[in-house]
């Protein structure tokens, strides 16, 4: 178990309907986080902040390569930094877990820290209680409610995993006590299996709920990681309710989104989820761009316009900036060897208009002189 567990760490080997696909560990992925106004980017191999301070994003500056300063991160005298999330009582610091990677660790996962205000490394820190075995295979994203000072992340590894919590201000590690098992199983249509869920994405709403977008269901079928797999359906949002610890599934209406891994998914203020990207098996997944409306029941879906389109893209990352989602990264599936295809630049997308979306360059590691 464990060394398929570490195995899939770097590849996910997932059957389609006798359609087989490799996942690679993405390589040029990146967590972001924006913290007193500096956009920091945790990366595989890479840590380094895009300094917004002055930067006025309604106005068209493009942000050039004297403001991109890297961490480094062999200063922190620590593995590198893998599984990042914001919290701290400032919601200044970026956490970290090592990923067990002997049998003796699984008992005691490591927390580090980067103080983002004091520049500053911590290591080993002390919490209480432990979480679950942490492995993170499937690269889901940490979601932090900043006024509570809690992180939260959902995993399926074993049969008995629940949503894990974490208390940033007081160290102070959580399991929840429900899990959605019964509701994967309703939408696969048996209660007689395990159903494991990837590859999706957590966004987190007001504070008091977190919702599941998109991702791949699959049957457990033994020991094997391998299975059969299903997207999860768009139609099918499943969400997690903070305050009463419970799960429930939500049918959104509208327009039909296509499954996908790969995409982002963040909230804005008026609670429109927006995705972006992502991969429906060896392809992109259409619409490129959807919103799902969460401030009236049923959900709904919406593919609005796109002016001054990115195109199709993957493995990148997403983060809400007030009326902005800053896109990076990934891999540019225009491109012929998308494989090959790193996107260097970070983009944002002016969210302001719920019916037109437009994409503009914000930052670029090229010098102003070369671009
Ligand atoms: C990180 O990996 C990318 C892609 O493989 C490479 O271009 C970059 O130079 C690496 N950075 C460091 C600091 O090793
Ligand atoms: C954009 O905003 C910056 C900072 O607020 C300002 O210095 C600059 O003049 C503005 N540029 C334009 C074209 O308005
Ligand atoms: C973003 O969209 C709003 C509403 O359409 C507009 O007022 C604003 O100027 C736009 N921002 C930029 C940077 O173009
Ligand atoms: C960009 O400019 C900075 C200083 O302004 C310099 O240190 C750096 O080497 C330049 N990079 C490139 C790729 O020209
Ligand atoms: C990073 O820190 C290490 C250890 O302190 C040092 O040896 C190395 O020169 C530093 N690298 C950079 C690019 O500052
Ligand atoms: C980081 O350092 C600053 C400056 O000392 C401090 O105010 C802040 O509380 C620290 N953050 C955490 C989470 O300890
Ligand atoms: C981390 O701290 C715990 C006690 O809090 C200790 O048992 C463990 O050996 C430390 N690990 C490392 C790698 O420093
Ligand atoms: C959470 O659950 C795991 C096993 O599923 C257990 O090892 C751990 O101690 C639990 N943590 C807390 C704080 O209850
Ligand atoms: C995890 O969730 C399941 C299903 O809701 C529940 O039966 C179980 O007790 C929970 N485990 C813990 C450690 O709370
Ligand atoms: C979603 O739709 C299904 C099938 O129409 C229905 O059984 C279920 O109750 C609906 N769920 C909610 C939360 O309304
Ligand atoms: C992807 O590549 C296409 C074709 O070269 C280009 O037009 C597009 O701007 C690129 N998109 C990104 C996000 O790099």
Redesign the pocket.
Known sequence: MYILLIFSFFITLITFNNINIVNCWPENSYVPFFIADKLYYVGNNETFYIDLVDVSLDNNTIV???KWFNINVSESNIDYPSNPFLGGKANDKIFFIDDPDSEGAQSHVLLDAFNTTLKKWERNISCQGTPNYFINSDYINWVSDEQAGKSYIYRYVDDDENLTIFDSINLVWKNSTSNPQNLLQSILGSSQIFARYHNFVQVLSACDKIFYIGGTISVNSGSSYNSNSQFMPMSSILAYNIMLDSWLINNATGKEIEGRTGHTAVMTSDKRIIVYGGMNILRSAFPYLAVLDTSKIPYEWSTPTEENPIGPITEHSSIIIKNYMITAFGRNLSERDSEKYDIKNVYKLNISNPLSYKWSLLAT???Q??S
């Open positions: 050039y390569a004297p590691p090229n010098n002189s070369n």
